[in-house]
């Protein structure tokens, strides 16, 4: 038996106490998975996954708080659905996890360099080394490494970090120059090497395409404030309507610092945006400081208690009396 098949015998089995269960289903298109609620066995039955399914379903767990519901969550997802156990904006007891290991998710800014125009792949299949769109024109073939998301080239937790039924063999993490804890670390260390007037250039010239869509926030499952977001504040005029770089680049830098501590590198806030801004960049580097200081890294442990959760009058790797 598959693993997926596997798994909707354990959801169908779980479904009678729960209200619905979250996963995905097929798509408008054949590039397509869509989150998807399943309330009936019948639905069951259109649960589907593999690397089109892209979306961090843990996004949608704190509008269902108070409710009992499932959720599927391959590995980075469950480190946001941890993180929001551990800040209490979710009741574990009142969320079953189905858990899947995860060999990686499709990139279809990636796929669409081979295929050109995405919108004329009828079908795309895949396996262990390659992905094939199949087009009016015939099929193209694309490496398994060259369409995969970045994030998932150096992923070090591909299996659910949290689950009440794991259904799949566990797979191990990737290897690589750049994996682990320092996922991240050849871009970052371009962008910290450029002198401080070229790295603005860099960041303005990337905020100049930024339409102000704000689907990184929408898309982000640790951005839990959006209904009183400070982009749509105008009692303390946080940022001004300008459409310039200055003004949404400070957008970014407050999601950033929103999310320190708290941010799992799922990129789905990169994978959202419409116009490419490498925004992960960002949060990767905060990341990297939240290490360095606290030897913290978010939804890893249901129990631990993230390091700006907590006080201590002096902090071990912060040496404030030298300033």
């Known amino acids: ?13 779980a479904l009678p106490s729960l209200e619905f269960v979250i996963g995905w289903e097929q798509g408008f298109d054949a590039l397509h ?16 996954f593999g690397p ?25 997802d469950s480190r946001g659905a941890i993180e929001l156990m551990q800040e209490k904006l979710v009741e574990r007891e009142n969320v079953v996890i189905f858990g899947l290991p995860c060999s990686g998710v499709a990139d279809l800014a990636k796929l669409g360099r081979f295929a050109g125009d995405l919108d004329r792949v009828l079908a795309v299949t895949w396996d262990d080394e390659t992905f094939v769109l199949t087009t009016p024109a015939g099929e193209v073939r694309v490496p398994r490494e060259a369409a995969l998301a970045d ?6 937790f591909p299996n659910a970090l949290e689950a009440d039924h794991f259904a799949g063999e566990p797979l191990p993490p990737a290897t690589g120059p ?19 007037a070229d790295l603005m250039a860099y960041w303005a010239e990337a905020m100049e395409r930024c ?45 950033t610092l929103h999310l320190a501590g708290r941010c799992t590198e799922c990129g789905e806030c990169q994978r959202a ?10 949060r990767r580097k905060m990341n990297r400081v939240i290490r360095e200081l606290f030897d913290y890294q978010a939804g890893l442990d249901l129990q631990a208690v993230p390091p700006l959760f907590t006080f201590q009058v002096e902090e071990a790797n912060i040496e404030e009396r030298k300033w």
Not at 1 to 13: F, V, Y
Not at 178 to 194: I, K, Q, T, V
Not at 211 to 224: D, Q
């Open 178 to 196: 750049d994996m682990g804890s320092d996922r991240g670390g050849e871009e970052l260390a371009a962008l910290e090497a450029m002198a401080p």
């Open 1 to 13: 038996m598959s693993a997926l098949e596997m798994l909707k015998d354990k959801i169908r089995e």
């Open 211 to 255: 339409i102000r869509c704000y689907a990184c926030r929408n898309a982000c499952p640790m951005c839990v404030c959006r209904d009183h977001c400070i982009a749509h504040r105008r009692d303390l005029q946080w940022l001004g309507q300008d459409d310039t770089p200055r003004e949404k680049l400070m957008f970014q830098l407050i999601h």
């Open 151 to 156: 994030k998932c080239l150096t992923c070090q």
């Open 273 to 282: 945006c419409p116009v490419g801004i490498p925004i992960l960049a960002l």
């Open 52 to 76: 089109l399914c892209v979306h961090n379903l843990s996004t949608y767990l704190p509008s269902f708080r108070g409710r009992k519901v499932g959720i599927v969550l391959k590995g980075c």
């Open 33 to 48: 998975a869509t989150p998807f609620f399943m309330r009936t066995a019948e639905d069951v039955e259109k649960l589907v």
